[in-house]
């Protein structure tokens, strides 16, 4: 079961970072022109303000697509980059699997098991 999480939906339009810690969301909406380093510096500094404990039971979900190439490769190359320095597990979603992020359906999205761990294939728009 995926308990505490953060989720990238870095996909080039409407970028967003989620993170569920204790059964509380926080949302950080980001702009079209935010490129891997601010990525980077958002998710810290949401790790460092909700005191997040990153350990074997925490989830990294990013969104596999379609969407833009350099979007994708960026969260993709963010979110295996945590796995590796804190072995997480590592989850993809489709983005028309999540009509719109939020909560509820980022819920529903895990319970429907519309999850996947092979991150092999993004799927970027031409």
Do not use: C, W
Request: aromatic share 10%.
């Amino acid at each position: 079961m995926i308990k505490d999480f953060l989720i990238f939906n870095f996909i080039g339009k409407e970028n967003k970072i989620g993170l569920r810690v204790n059964n509380s969301f926080y949302f950080h909406a980001l702009d079209k022109k935010t490129d891997k380093d601010q990525l980077i510096l958002s998710v810290l500094n949401m790790i460092k303000k909700y005191k997040v404990n990153i350990d074997r039971n925490f989830s990294v979900l990013v969104n596999i697509g379609p969407g833009s190439f350099s979007s994708l490769r960026t969260s993709l190359a963010v979110a295996k980059g945590i796995r590796i320095s804190k072995k997480i597990n590592l989850l993809g979603y489709k983005n028309s699997d999540l009509s719109q992020f939020n909560p509820n359906n980022i819920d529903l999205l895990i319970k429907k098991k519309l999850v996947q761990k092979n991150l092999i294939k993004p799927m970027y728009l031409s």
